[in-house]
């Protein structure tokens, strides 16, 4: 398997900075670009410090409705209800509407997300393997 050397935390960097402006205008159908941003929109709300119930209920139709056009066969996406591209339809997609519900339960995601946990684990690492700090 190849490994990128992407992290979480510059995977969501690039979503929510990069991509927007760097693929506009590549996609030869302008859905998946839009799809894409709508995918920004719903990690940069979900990464806010502090959320209203008027925000999360717009957060949850958001993804409703990414998730709709993931899957459907109507906009013809990816997924498309087709046995043959199942394995476009992966177990995150679907993780995706439990997030609301998850922020209901335990607060904003910073204070719950893995971020700080993979920052930690990245620094721990380079200290294990230090000559200087052993």
């Keep these: 398997a190849h490994r990128s050397g992407f992290t979480a935390e510059s995977y969501c960097f690039w979503f929510c900075y990069?991509?927007?402006?760097?693929?506009?205008?590549?996609?030869?159908?302008?859905?998946?670009?839009?799809?894409?941003?709508?995918?920004?929109?719903?990690?940069?709300r979900c990464l806010q410090f502090s959320i209203t119930e008027k925000e999360l209920d717009e957060l949850e139709a958001d993804i409703?409705?990414?998730?709709?056009?993931?899957?459907s066969c109507i906009c013809r996406y990816y997924y498309q209800y087709k046995e043959a591209r199942?394995?476009?339809?992966?177990?995150?997609?679907?993780?995706?509407?439990?997030i609301v519900d998850i922020i209901r339960n335990c607060g904003p995601s910073w204070t719950t997300w893995t971020f700080f946990m993979e920052?930690?684990?990245?620094?721990?690492?380079?200290?294990?393997?230090s000559k200087f700090q052993p």
């Design 18 to 44: 990069l991509f927007p402006v760097l693929l506009w205008n590549r996609f030869q159908q302008q859905k998946y670009y839009q799809h894409g941003c709508l995918l920004v929109k719903i990690m940069k």
């Design 64 to 71: 409703i409705e990414w998730v709709r056009k993931y899957e």
């Design 86 to 98: 199942l394995a476009t339809c992966l177990l995150t997609v679907h993780g995706l509407l439990h």
């Design 119 to 129: 920052r930690f684990c990245r620094a721990l690492k380079r200290a294990l393997s």
